[in-house]
């Protein structure tokens, strides 16, 4: 089953920019989070490409790396 979550995760196009773009940023800890995976998984569910994402640091130092 998780195997299959990440395949769907990595069906929607801005996940995978994400993903295989991450390594450049060179942050210290970084995460995908449960938006990106929910709306993923509403997609594959309706067929549809919805993306909405809502972006948060933890402290000013990420934010800083980030923008």
């Known amino acids: 089953m998780e195997h299959h979550l990440v395949?769907?995760?990595r069906k929607n196009r801005w996940n995978e920019l994400i993903l295989s773009r991450a390594a450049q940023l060179e942050l210290e800890d970084w995460w995908l989070t449960a938006g990106c995976i929910a709306q993923s998984v509403w997609n594959f569910a309706c067929e549809r490409d919805i993306y909405?994402?809502?972006r948060f640091w933890l402290s000013e130092d990420s934010k800083q790396a980030t923008l």
């Open 7 to 9: 395949q769907v995760v």
């Open 52 to 54: 909405s994402v809502n």
